[in-house]
């Protein structure tokens, strides 16, 4: 996942940019950049965050960058943003999506002659760059974000900042945010709503699928209208959003709330206590608690001090030992209790497992796991939602194949199912591998319940393989 945030004012920008740019460390761990344009041109700066925060990484840049126009981008993946020359003049660019089908763009660029471009380490190419080559086909900017948006397979909203000011492009399809905010004498565009509210900005616009503004210091243009189709992706309320963002109107932290709740009505468990998993269970834990009338306890407490995010190495030994070092256990909270404990999703399985041993170990008597979304069945072709190489990662998926073996595929369908005696065997083969006391998934209509949005405005397809 990436955040991007860009600034056009009719002084500095960079100090709002520094701090809105911040403000997405959550969607990145990998990667921070800043790009500024001033009275001496373009200056960039990208640093690996991997181990130190983006605030630590940029304070020096922070001092030296000047200039009334930026953009910034925290990234899980490649560096950005870029700077480009080409005919359409310099600019920087930095993207939030995926790009499906890289190797033939790059092919069909390599067969018209027109371009070379930069391997990154382990071979793979940028996509950020990729993106600024098809813009590049077009006689202008707006024509060459259109041209970029019609070819891209997969989810890519842009910002292009300019000496005059920034393009921002949402994706076609809606499947991330983007928003305006405006104060006296400056606009900001951001992922995050949130990002910009303790920098004195107030909600402006936001972006409309495959809408394409440009902003400059004095205003706001629309210079490609808004589709009429939008599949927002619905993990930005379950897991990824900050919880102070909201997005189409619906606050992150309120959604999760209506989840946790509808989960609850539907559960009969007899229990001690309720916990989130921090930190996106937690709001999930409260409303599940709330409608339950169970107490809410904090059987471990989170220690972030110096461990960074869980997802962040690249091997999976690595995260599920960050993710136990960062776990501290109450033992009043937890010996001789039955807890219900929930999470907002179950990917592989490995760091829910760990954390029920570790519970099991400081004297849990039972361990009931509640989910805040389906079961994940399918990869997501949109957003680099994770680093699976295989959908068979995925434990739903796994024990989907252990039941059916070979030609499995054909039965994801029923496995889909909340209702289907399928969906009862996957859940229970989970259970037992994990060896939870009980485990139940939030069901895919309850959890769209929860947002109030149509249905049909958002993505499921993790959960049940329909991309329309």
């Known amino acids: 996942m990436s955040g991007f945030f860009g600034v056009v004012s009719k002084k500095d920008c960079v100090f709002d940019l520094f701090f809105g740019t911040d403000y997405h460390s959550h969607l990145g761990t990998r990667r921070g950049g800043m790009a500024v344009y001033g009275d001496t041109g373009f200056n960039r700066a990208i640093h690996n965050i991997e181990n130190s925060p983006f605030r630590t990484k940029f304070e020096r840049d922070f001092e030296e960058m000047k200039g009334n126009i930026g953009i910034g981008c925290i990234s899980d993946n490649e560096p950005q943003p870029l700077l480009v020359r080409s005919h359409l003049g ?3 660019i930095a993207t939030v999506g995926r790009i499906n089908n890289i190797d033939a763009l790059v ?3 390599f067969s018209e002659g027109k371009t070379h471009f930069l391997e990154m ?19 202008s900017i707006p024509d060459g974000i259109r041209y970029a948006q019609s070819v891209i397979d997969g989810s890519m909203s842009i910002l292009i900042l300019t000496s005059k000011g920034i393009y921002v492009a949402r994706d076609k399809m809606g499947r991330t945010p983007v928003v305006i905010g405006k104060k006296s004498g400056a606009f900001c565009i951001s992922f995050e709503s949130f990002a ?3 920098l004195g900005y107030e909600p402006f616009k936001e972006l409309g699928p495959g809408e394409i503004d440009f902003v400059s210091a ?18 930005l309320w379950v897991y990824y959003g900050n919880p102070a963002s909201s997005y189409e109107g619906l606050n ?15 559960d009969t468990i007899s229990a001690d206590a309720v916990a989130g998993l921090p930190d996106s269970g937690t709001a999930h834990a409260i409303g599940y608690a709330n409608a339950s009338k ?17 997802f962040m190495p690249q091997k999976q030994t690595q995260r599920d030992l960050i993710a136990h070092m960062k776990l501290i256990p109450i033992d009043e909270m937890i010996r001789n209790k039955r807890l219900v404990l929930i999470d907002d999703s179950l990917v592989r399985g490995t760091q829910l497992r760990g954390t029920a041993d570790f519970l099991y170990r400081s004297g849990a008597k039972e361990l009931h796991i509640r989910l805040a979304c389906p079961p994940l069945l399918f990869g997501c072709p949109y957003l680099n ?4 190489s295989s959908d068979l990662e995925l434990i739903a998926r796994r024990k989907v194949a252990a039941l059916e073996g070979e030609g499995y595929e054909s039965t994801l369908d029923r496995y889909a199912d909340p209702d289907s005696e399928q969906y009862a065997a996957m859940t229970e083969a989970i259970r037992s591998e994990l060896q939870f006391t009980s485990l139940r998934y939030n069901r895919l209509d309850d959890m769209l319940a929860s947002t109030g949005i149509p249905a049909c405005n958002c993505c499921t397809y993790c959960w049940n393989g329909k991309k329309d």
């Open 90 to 92: 310099n600019f920087a």
């Open 252 to 266: 992150v932290e309120h959604m999760r709330y209506n989840c946790g709740a509808i989960l609850a009505r539907r």
């Open 107 to 109: 092919k069909q660029a």
């Open 385 to 388: 939602f994770s680093r699976s």
């Open 218 to 235: 004095d205003g706001v243009d629309v210079l490609s209208p808004a589709g009429n189709q939008m599949k927002i992706c619905t993990f």
């Open 121 to 139: 380490s382990g071979g793979s190419i940028n996509a950020t760059e990729l993106t600024a080559s098809l813009v590049n086909r077009g006689a």
């Open 196 to 198: 910009y509210l303790n």
């Open 294 to 310: 169970l107490p809410l306890t904090r059987p471990f407490v989170k220690y972030t001090h110096t461990w960074p995010r869980s």
